[in-house]
């Protein structure tokens, strides 16, 4: 079993950074493929970017290429996703998901998820 908290969601003004964060607790954090994914009111739950667990591929939406970047600290049993440059269309709220193996973008492959962090990025 996995265990996820996110933090670090907020209010920022467009072209502006956030950092996310995703705490797990459990004895196999480090095993499990990681990912983000947001949804806004009214849409479906979208892929945002996904690491190995080792942390030796990472895998981003086309929609947050070169402004997102995912990370984890296997050690601390902590994820992280640095976000710059916002938009106004990146409000949503953003969840952290682990799945054992290899990562996916659906979000119907992921056991693991937290309760979800809001992001609002204002125009």
């Known amino acids: 079993q996995v265990q996820l908290v996110e933090s670090g969601g907020g209010l920022v003004q467009t072209g502006g950074s956030l950092r996310l964060s995703c705490a797990a607790s459990?004895?196999?954090?480090?095993?499990?493929?990681m990912g983000w994914f947001r949804q806004a009111p009214g849409k479906a739950r979208e892929f945002v970017a996904a690491?190995?667990?080792?942390?030796?591929?990472?895998y981003y939406a086309d929609s947050v290429k070169d402004r997102f970047t995912i990370s984890r600290d296997n050690a601390g049993n902590t994820m992280y996703l640095q976000m710059n440059s916002l938009k106004a269309e990146d409000t949503a709220v953003y969840y952290c998901?682990?799945?054992?193996?290899?990562?996916?973008?659906?979000?119907?492959?992921?056991?693991?998820w937290g309760q979800g962090t809001q992001v609002t990025v204002s125009s």
């Open positions: 998901a682990a799945r054992p193996g290899a990562w996916s973008t659906s979000p119907g492959a992921y056991p693991y």
């Open positions: 459990g004895r196999t954090f480090s095993r499990q493929a």
């Open positions: 690491i190995t667990w080792s942390s030796t591929s990472t």
